[in-house]
């Protein structure tokens, strides 16, 4: 009975080490939809105020953008200044934004469309972590050029270790 076990717990291993590791890559180039590239970075810090980057991939096959509004988990606080808030496309290049915040929702107006086939990468400085949980969900929406529809683009979501 014990060679039996042993075999079995050596074969899945070996299955196991065979199977090629695929990451979800959510940039497919021929989508329509814009959508948040799954490599938002949340530093694995326990400081009390954080920083959090996003990037929003709009697709070249996506209408232009005239707006991003994000609503912000509740356990979470964001400065009231504006210039805590920045928005570069993949070059680093600053995007033109009129920045609002309003409770726990950040308006992203864009002084112009922006363009498909681009990159957006968005920087909330300052953020203040409430205690009461360590994990946290972003919701980000989008309105497209010509639209007053709020369309759900997609969400991060991610927890703090301690």
């Known amino acids: 009975m014990k060679k039996i076990m042993m075999c079995a717990v050596v074969l899945a291993l070996a299955t196991t080490a065979l199977i090629p590791v695929n ?6 180039d021929d989508s329509q939809d814009p959508h ?9 810090t326990r ?10 991939h709009i697709p070249k096959n996506s209408k232009e953008i005239s707006q991003v509004s994000i609503q912000v988990p509740t356990n979470v606080t964001l400065s009231n200044d504006v210039d805590d808030i920045n928005v570069e496309n993949k070059n680093g290049q600053r995007i033109k934004t009129n920045v609002s915040v309003n409770d726990k929702t950040i308006l992203l107006a864009f002084t112009e469309p922006v363009a498909p086939d681009t990159q957006l990468e968005i920087d909330l400085k300052n953020v203040k972590r409430v205690t009461g949980g360590n994990s946290y969900f972003y919701r ?7 639209s007053s529809t709020q369309t759900p683009i997609g969400g991060a979501s991610f927890r703090m270790g301690y």
């Not at 948040?36 to 694995?44: C, H, L, Y």
């Open 140 to 146: 980000f929406f989008a309105k497209f050029a010509g």
């Open 36 to 44: 948040i590239d799954g490599n938002a970075q949340f530093p694995p």
């Open 47 to 56: 400081w009390h105020v954080v920083r959090h980057t996003f990037r929003v």
């Open 23 to 28: 990451y979800a890559n959510a940039s497919a």
